[in-house]
């Protein structure tokens, strides 16, 4: 019976290194550090772990090394001996009985030790590694400071052997965006999140990628003013501007003043004063087309009037942009009257695409993968820059397995696309 309890100590010991192991190492250091922070027992000595894997795995494997060879030793030899005396008695010859008594208590050992010594533990550590680890840190410390020279021996030969192969000994720990979406599609699944939270979610992260110029509204949309018009036409157009803020310039679009807000101008223009326009312009920042969008949030969040006018390299007006552009980015478009959806999905299959949509937007929406560098920003940009020219009405081209066709054209600029999947 002492052999017996011996065997299934050193299992259960090799599954408490299995456990420890696995719990570490899949522990997230986000979490660990949130920990600490809540002075949870254990917390600091787990996230120490985390951060310094290779004396710790060089610890464990020592541990399940040495619990190997032990079960072999000790619990199998006198086991196997005890079995062979069994058959023995049972009428079985000494050569059989040898065979089966040792060759009957490897496999059962073996069979424990796959199961409580390795798949059990490894399950239970995924269902909470930090909580787990937690608790199993600070004896996992002790153990590695006890067995430091051998540690420090494997963790030594370990790089050295990476370094032998032109690699790190360790991996990059970051969270990639990729994993991001991964793990905010597995939370819509489960149930954890509304798919809405995970539309704005994959929002929040394409606005991280794309440049002022791919949420800004075009100059060729742009509802201004022009101070070089007579004062009729002026307030003819302030009268029926839907917008409660227009951008005013002088001449052109080029010279751009700043921006007037219309509740200000409610009073005179409903009493028919004189309105002197200049006085109720405001400044408003102007931002490259190259800027982030990110910071042209900030940028619209310490203005005095929440517009911003975008200009290229060149100084030319390009568009401006809002907190609602940003929203519309985040959120989706906000269709109106005036606006058609950016892409409907037709009863074959094919979609009926906006030249203005943003492409990363249509991208998620196909399933395609895009380049990282691009030079454009709507799916009429993706055409011209694989057909290298404007197209015509009717022309096509083909990405990522599907088919691109001009449909509609609005003067030189791409209006309707439509995309139909190729045959396999």
């Known amino acids: 019976m002492f052999e017996?309890?011996?065997?299934?100590?050193?299992?259960?010991?090799?599954?408490?290194?299995?456990l420890s192991e696995l719990a570490v190492v899949s522990s997230r250091k986000s979490r660990l550090r949130t920990m600490v922070e809540a002075r949870r027992p254990g917390a600091h000595a787990a996230l120490a772990l985390a951060e310094e894997p290779g004396r710790f795995l060089s610890a464990v494997q020592i541990g399940i090394t040495l619990v190997g060879i032990l079960s072999g030793a000790v619990s199998g030899a006198a086991l196997g001996d005890r079995l062979t005396a069994i058959?023995?008695?049972l009428g079985l010859s000494k050569g059989l009985a040898d065979g089966l008594g040792y060759g009957l208590v490897i496999a059962a050992i073996?069979?424990?030790?796959?199961?409580?010594?390795?798949?059990?533990?490894?399950?239970?550590?995924?269902r909470d590694p930090e909580g787990i680890a937690c608790r199993v840190a600070p004896a996992m410390r002790l153990i590695a400071r006890v067995a430091m020279p051998a540690v420090w021996l494997l963790d030594a030969s370990t790089r050295a052997v990476f370094r032998l192969l032109g690699q790190e000994a360790s991996s990059a720990s970051a969270v990639t965006e990729e994993e991001i979406r991964t793990i905010v599609a597995e939370?819509?699944?489960?149930?954890?999140?509304?798919?809405d939270e995970r539309k704005?979610?994959?929002?929040?992260?394409?606005?991280?990628?794309?440049?002022?110029?791919?949420?800004?509204?075009?100059?060729?949309?742009?509802?201004?003013?022009?101070l070089d018009r007579d004062e009729t036409e002026i307030r003819a157009m302030l009268m029926a501007s839907p917008h409660a803020r227009l951008p005013v310039g002088e001449g052109n679009p080029d010279n751009m003043l700043g921006v007037v807000q219309l509740r200000e101008l409610v009073r005179p223009l409903m009493e028919n004063e004189k309105v002197d326009l200049r006085a109720y312009i405001r400044p408003a920042p102007v931002l490259p087309d190259t800027l982030d969008a990110l910071d042209a949030l900030s940028a619209l969040q310490?203005?005095?009037?929440?517009?911003?006018?975008?200009?290229?390299?060149?100084?030319?007006?390009?568009?401006?942009?809002?907190?609602?552009d940003i929203l519309d980015a985040i959120a989706g478009a906000f269709h109106s009257e005036a606006q058609?959806?950016?892409?409907?999905?037709?009863?074959?299959g094919s979609w009926l695409i906006a030249g203005w949509m943003p492409v990363d937007e249509m991208a998620d929406q196909l399933g395609i993968k895009l380049e990282s560098s691009r030079d454009y920003e709507t799916a009429a940009g993706l055409v011209i820059?694989?057909?290298?020219?404007?197209?015509?009405?009717?022309?096509?081209?083909?990405?990522?397995?599907?088919?691109?066709?001009?449909?509609?054209?609005?003067?030189?600029?791409?209006?309707?696309?439509?995309?139909?999947?190729?045959?396999?």
């Open 4 to 18: 017996l309890a011996v065997a299934f100590a050193l299992i259960g010991l090799n599954g408490a290194f299995a």
């Open 87 to 89: 058959l023995l008695d």
């Open 110 to 126: 073996t069979y424990l030790s796959v199961i409580v010594g390795e798949l059990v533990p490894k399950h239970v550590a995924l």
């Open 187 to 195: 939370a819509e699944t489960a149930g954890v999140i509304e798919t």
């Open 200 to 226: 704005m979610i994959a929002g929040v992260l394409r606005l991280g990628d794309r440049a002022v110029r791919g949420v800004m509204t075009p100059r060729t949309d742009v509802h201004w003013i022009d």
């Open 302 to 324: 310490a203005a005095e009037v929440p517009m911003a006018l975008v200009h290229d390299e060149y100084g030319h007006f390009d568009g401006l942009v809002t907190p609602a």
């Open 340 to 348: 058609e959806p950016e892409a409907v999905q037709r009863q074959d």
């Open 385 to 424: 820059a694989r057909l290298q020219r404007l197209p015509e009405t009717g022309e096509t081209c083909e990405i990522a397995g599907w088919r691109f066709e001009v449909v509609d054209l609005d003067g030189r600029r791409i209006d309707k696309i439509l995309v139909s999947r190729l045959a396999a």
